[in-house]
């Protein structure tokens, strides 16, 4: 449903563009709709427009008059967003599209993702490639698919489709940083499969709750302290592994998104009962504490259900439970080179145990490919000395920096000038497509900015209206200002 208030806001040619595409379903690797959307933008606007093998589009818009010598520019944003939505909205992305709103200085949706990330990014440069009165050099539009569960797109862009000069990748979220270097990722795959036992007649179901929790983005947010929905069901259920009997559990989503809500289904012997209550009520408590600040809305419960029928042995729920316990999580080491970087990390994103199979899905991020492995190959090790079969998947390069890329000057001068203050430039512990793009085209001059996005990847996810504002402002001004090419 199109929503006017968001529609009305400044720059309304972003705004517009934006609200187009929320309109549509775009799930990591079920983009179909919105690359048939903006084939037909481009088409529509006359404009030579191709999809690649992998579905990514290429949208080329000729240079401005007398902007002809300029060196030539690739806009690049990912067309994919996450889909997050709280357990009490019925929302079905699939089929709806995001429903917007406008509180104060921001933009959200209504309790779930709002595809900011990296859909304004995508709404700048169709605004760029719509737009009659832009001064701007050759512009290849690249918009990717994909890029939240595997970068698949930036990974299968095969070399020989882009001629560009200079690359700007909208995707960062802070609008005073210039981003230069950013994290690689590896996909980290934990599966063991469980006989099912046969639940007595004098026990009785339980079911415990994690709920309440931020969650965010698993680079961008992993160095906050935030709650682990995984860990926390974890601790929860060690307190009691002695008298419970395991059955389900149903914990966090995506490997992107730091998860928020568990829900484990169990048993207990009669006799045992109170036991379980005191030890879940201690152990919360603690947990309660730990997290008082940094996650005040926490909520772990401790329900009485109808009995499941069957669960694992005592050895299957140990083994499961330990191997959480021991895993890798959260920060693993800080960047010595760059203050406040975070070097590698794992997230523990999503617990599936049922039906005889139990699977953890990680990611693990590093801008060090050495260190990268170390954390999979410790996870590995973890999970494999309690009976889990491993498998790496999904591995993508950093993209390293380089403080002396003239594009570099270029925006760090124009943005002093524009807003009378120094960028901090800098790397992210995020994983953005320049490293991947880079191997298909290494002599490319690269650089990533955007708008002030909060929340990415949880339900929270707001973008700032004034930042944007900003963002369109600069990035006017970078591409009136890209410099001459070379003379041969």
Same mark, same amino acid.
């Given at each position: 449903?199109?929503?006017?208030?968001?529609?009305?806001?400044?720059?309304?040619?972003?705004?517009?563009?934006?609200?187009?595409?929320?309109?549509?379903?775009?799930?990591?690797?079920?983009?179909?709709?919105?690359?048939?959307?903006?084939?037909?933008?481009?088409?529509?606007?006359?404009?030579?427009?191709?999809?690649?093998?992998?579905?990514?589009?290429?949208?080329?818009?000729?240079?401005?008059?007398?902007?002809?010598?300029?060196?030539?520019?690739?806009?690049?944003?990912?067309?994919?967003?996450?889909?997050?939505?709280?357990?009490?909205?019925?929302?079905?992305?699939?089929?709806?599209?995001?429903?917007?709103?406008?509180?104060?200085?921001?933009?959200?949706?209504?309790?779930?993702?709002?595809?900011?990330?990296?859909?304004? +990014?995508?709404?700048?440069?169709?605004?760029?490639?719509?737009?009659?009165?832009?001064?701007?050099?050759?512009?290849?539009?690249?918009?990717?698919?994909?890029?939240?569960?595997?970068?698949?797109?930036?990974?299968?862009?095969?070399?020989?489709?882009?001629?560009?000069?200079?690359?700007?990748?909208?995707?960062?979220?802070?609008?005073?940083?210039?981003?230069?270097?950013?994290?690689?990722?590896?996909?980290?795959?934990?599966?063991?499969?469980?006989?099912?036992?046969?639940?007595?007649?004098?026990?009785?179901?339980?079911?415990? =709750?994690?709920?309440?929790?931020?969650?965010?983005?698993?680079?961008m947010d992993i160095h906050k302290g935030l709650g682990n929905a995984n860990k926390i069901m974890?601790?929860?259920?060690?307190?009691?592994?002695?008298?419970?009997?395991? =059955?389900?559990?149903?914990? +966090?989503?995506?490997?992107?998104?730091?998860?928020?809500? =568990?829900?484990?289904? $169990?048993?207990?012997?009669?006799?045992?009962?109170?036991?379980?209550?005191?030890?879940?009520?201690?152990?919360?408590?603690?947990?309660?504490?730990?997290?008082a600040t940094t996650e005040p809305n926490l909520s772990c419960e401790l329900l009485e259900v109808?009995?499941?029928?069957?669960?694992?042995?005592?050895?299957?729920?140990?083994?499961?439970?330990?191997?959480?316990?021991?895993?890798?999580?959260?920060?693993?080491?800080?960047?010595?080179?760059?203050?406040?970087?975070?070097?590698?990390?794992?997230?523990?994103?999503?617990?599936?145990?049922?039906?005889?199979?139990m699977h953890i899905a990680s990611l693990t991020r590093s801008s060090v490919e050495k260190s990268?492995?170390?954390?999979?190959?410790?996870?590995?090790?973890?999970?494999?000395?309690?009976?889990?079969?491993?498998?790496?998947?999904?591995?993508?390069?950093?993209?390293?920096?380089?403080?002396?890329?003239?594009?570099?000057?270029?925006?760090?001068?124009?943005?002093?000038?524009?807003?009378?203050?120094?960028?901090?430039?800098?790397?992210?512990?995020?994983?953005?497509?320049?490293?991947?793009?880079?191997?298909?085209?290494?002599?490319?001059?690269?650089?990533?900015?955007?708008?002030?996005?909060?929340?990415?990847? =949880?339900?929270?996810?707001?973008?700032?209206?004034?930042?944007?504002?900003?963002?369109?402002?600069?990035?006017? $001004?970078?591409?009136?200002?890209?410099?001459?090419?070379?003379?041969?």
């Open positions: 449903m199109e929503n006017v208030t968001v529609r009305s806001q400044e720059p309304t040619i972003v705004w517009n563009h934006f609200a187009d595409i929320n309109a549509i379903p775009r799930a990591s690797k079920k983009e179909e709709e919105i690359v048939a959307f903006m084939v037909a933008f481009g088409k529509k606007l006359g404009l030579e427009t191709i999809v690649d093998p992998v579905s990514n589009v290429i949208i080329r818009k000729p240079a401005t008059p007398g902007m002809e010598s300029r060196k030539s520019v690739v806009l690049q944003s990912h067309l994919d967003m996450v889909h997050q939505k709280n357990a009490d909205v019925n929302f079905d992305f699939a089929t709806e599209g995001i429903n917007m709103k406008v509180d104060g200085d921001w933009v959200k949706a209504a309790g779930t993702t709002l595809g900011a990330d990296n859909g304004l +990014g995508v709404a700048a440069i169709m605004s760029v490639l719509s737009s009659n009165d832009l001064e701007h050099p050759a512009i290849e539009a690249l918009f990717t698919i994909d890029e939240e569960t595997g970068m698949t797109g930036a990974q299968g862009l095969e070399a020989g489709y882009l001629t560009g000069d200079i690359l700007l990748n909208l995707d960062t979220e802070e609008d005073d940083e210039i981003d230069i270097g950013c994290a690689g990722g590896i996909d980290v795959t934990a599966s063991k499969s469980y006989a099912e036992l046969i639940v007595e007649d004098d026990c009785l179901g339980f079911r415990i =709750s994690v709920k309440g929790l931020q969650g965010g983005h698993s680079g974890n601790q929860l259920l060690k307190s009691n592994l002695d008298i419970i009997k395991l =059955s389900q559990i149903d914990g +966090g989503s995506l490997r992107n998104a730091i998860p928020r809500e =568990s829900v484990a289904l $169990l048993s207990c012997l009669e006799e045992n009962i109170q036991q379980l209550k005191e030890n879940f009520e201690t152990t919360r408590d603690i947990i309660l504490k730990e997290f109808e009995r499941p029928l069957t669960c694992m042995s005592v050895e299957d729920q140990t083994a499961l439970i330990n191997a959480l316990e021991n895993a890798v999580n959260g920060v693993y080491s800080m960047s010595p080179g760059i203050p406040d970087l975070v070097e590698s990390s794992n997230n523990i994103a999503r617990v599936n145990v049922g039906n005889k199979d990268k492995m170390e954390v999979a190959n410790a996870l590995k090790e973890t999970f494999e000395t309690n009976g889990f079969e491993v498998q790496f998947s999904g591995s993508y390069p950093g993209w390293s920096p380089n403080r002396d890329s003239p594009i570099l000057k270029v925006l760090t001068s124009i943005y002093s000038d524009l807003f009378k203050s120094e960028p901090a430039v800098v790397a992210c512990h995020a994983g953005l497509e320049c490293g991947l793009l880079g191997t298909h085209y290494p002599d490319m001059d690269m650089i990533s900015f955007g708008p002030t996005i909060k929340g990415a990847h =949880s339900p929270d996810e707001r973008a700032s209206i004034s930042s944007t504002q900003r963002f369109w402002t600069f990035l006017q $001004l970078i591409l009136k200002n890209i410099p001459e090419k070379q003379s041969s």
